[in-house]
């Protein structure tokens, strides 16, 4: 795993005062992605704030890698 992508993971959780079990299958992190003992609302918004971030990464490791950007977590 790329180590900002680790970074930006840990500030999520961080902020949620949640922690996982990161797995390399993207399937198995997202599913481990969960907010306990939440409504289904919460849960489901968190799944939808979980999509934002991967979509995050995936984009600014393209712009990284085919547009010579550079790499940042911020």
Request: hydrophobic share 45%; with cysteine; net charge positive.
């Amino acid at each position: 795993m790329c180590k900002v992508a680790q970074y930006v993971w840990d500030q999520c959780e961080r902020w949620v005062g949640s922690a996982t079990i990161r797995h390399k299958s993207i399937i198995s992190h997202f599913q481990s992605f969960s907010l306990m003992n939440q409504h289904h609302c919460v849960k489901l918004a968190w799944k939808g704030i979980w999509v934002a971030i991967a979509m995050k990464i995936w984009n600014h490791g393209n712009k990284v890698v085919f547009n010579r950007g550079v790499v940042d977590a911020t």
